[in-house]
């Protein structure tokens, strides 16, 4: 009987501790599990840019182009006003600018960031060199400088894109040697990076022996809900994440991955290599990738636009007529506004219906 009751404690006893390890199991977080998905990149229309504002006598030298209801913005190379703004109502005419400098209306050497909210949609650029973010306030009614409303930005790594939520800033950290991006809690003050797939990782460290930022340098698109697209140039794949920064989705446009083929160590700029996702932007409801396919200075080459939803579904392709290496979407998805270089070396501004 003793032998009995002992035998069905300690029956009862592994029951139990096989209930409790099951249950720690059930509500442990799961690992998190990604999909990869291969696009074809076959079009399925072609469109036409329109010139929107044609390159002027004063060879403006745009590098970067933002949109919003009433205005374009595009930042210079050039010239000493770093940043001319254009009306979307008139011709379009110059109504404002900011020159060079380390005024408080100054900008020394900035990066564009445009927040997609729902409401109160702002134009913002991290002033780099002055570790500022700076707000544009104020547009002139008629032709002078534009104010901005400047914030100081936290420690945290110098970046080539810079998004931000109420609880985190996102942003590519461009010393990151396998980084895709990194975390900024605003309430713990803490970074945290967030890498690439394993099988990104791999190619990158079989092409130079390690990850360099270089290679995997792209752009970084934020949606306050839907998460965050992560775009590189030296590669066809596109990642979505969540705002956890837990990978959810790879697209890879194209039959295979694809990267520089030559000796990487000896390459670093990839001139002669092809380039692919050159520039993203997007609404709520759509995200825009500036498609290539082929090396930077190749004559007789035109981008295409890949269309996406935030879900990373696929909704069109369209070939366009011209090589773009910039491209900015009104906050209506109307249009896209894209940078073209002339045959002068100046900048073009022009615009698709979409």
């Known amino acids: 009987m003793i032998f009995f009751d002992h035998l069905l404690m300690k029956t009862n006893l592994f029951i139990v501790c096989s209930f409790i390890y099951l249950l720690m199991y059930a509500c442990s977080p799961a690992k998190q599990?990604?999909?990869?998905?291969?696009?074809?990149?076959?079009?399925?229309?072609?469109?036409?840019?329109?010139?929107?504002?044609?390159?002027?006598?004063?060879?403006?030298?745009?590098?970067?182009?933002?949109?919003?209801?009433?205005?374009?913005?595009?930042?210079?190379?050039?010239?000493?006003?770093?940043?001319?703004?254009?009306?979307?109502?008139?011709?379009?005419?110059?109504?404002?600018?900011?020159m060079q400098g380390q005024g408080p209306d100054d900008l020394i050497?900035?990066?564009?960031?445009?927040?997609?909210?729902?409401?109160?949609?702002?134009?913002?650029?991290?002033?780099?060199?002055a570790w500022r973010m700076k707000e544009i306030k104020t547009v002139p009614a008629v032709f002078g400088r534009v104010s901005f409303r400047g914030t100081a930005l936290p420690i945290i790594p110098m970046m080539e894109d810079y998004a931000e939520t109420d609880s985190c800033i996102y942003g590519t950290d461009i010393d990151a040697k396998n980084g895709a991006f990194f975390m900024y809690d605003k309430t713990e003050c803490k970074v945290t990076n967030i890498?690439?797939?394993?099988?990104?990782?791999?190619l990158a460290q079989g092409y130079f022996g390690e990850s360099v930022p270089f290679l995997l340098s792209g752009h970084l698109l934020l949606h306050p809900e839907a998460g965050l697209c992560r775009t590189m140039k030296n590669a066809n794949s596109l990642l979505f994440y969540n705002l956890r920064g837990e990978l959810l989705k790879e697209i890879v446009i194209g039959k295979e991955r694809k990267w520089p083929k030559g000796d990487g160590k000896a390459c670093l700029d990839f001139s002669d290599e092809e380039k692919y996702i050159l520039s993203v932007t997007g609404t709520e409801n759509i995200?825009?990738?500036?498609?290539?396919?082929?090396?930077?200075r190749a004559l007789g080459q035109c981008s295409k636009i890949l269309m996406f939803?935030?879900?990373?579904?696929?909704?069109?392709?369209?070939?366009?007529?011209?090589?773009?290496?910039?491209?900015?979407?009104?906050?209506?998805?109307?249009?896209?506004?894209?940078?073209?270089?002339?045959?002068?070396?100046?900048?073009?501004?022009?615009?698709?219906?979409?």
Request: charged share 20%; with cysteine.
């Open 309 to 354: 939803d935030w879900d990373g579904n696929l909704v069109k392709i369209v070939q366009t007529d011209r090589d773009v290496s910039r491209i900015a979407i009104s906050p209506d998805g109307k249009y896209l506004y894209g940078l073209a270089e002339t045959e002068e070396g100046g900048t073009d501004v022009v615009r698709l219906n979409i």
């Open 195 to 202: 890498g690439f797939s394993k099988e990104i990782n791999e």
């Open 33 to 98: 599990t990604y999909e990869v998905c291969f696009v074809a990149d076959n079009t399925t229309d072609s469109v036409t840019w329109e010139l929107f504002l044609s390159e002027s006598r004063t060879l403006n030298v745009f590098y970067n182009i933002c949109v919003d209801d009433s205005f374009l913005y595009c930042l210079d190379f050039h010239n000493d006003s770093i940043l001319k703004v254009y009306s979307l109502a008139f011709a379009p005419s110059i109504v404002g600018y900011a």
């Open 287 to 296: 995200l825009c990738v500036l498609y290539h396919g082929y090396p930077l």
């Open 109 to 129: 050497f900035p990066l564009f960031t445009r927040e997609i909210v729902q409401e109160n949609q702002s134009v913002k650029m991290v002033d780099v060199n």
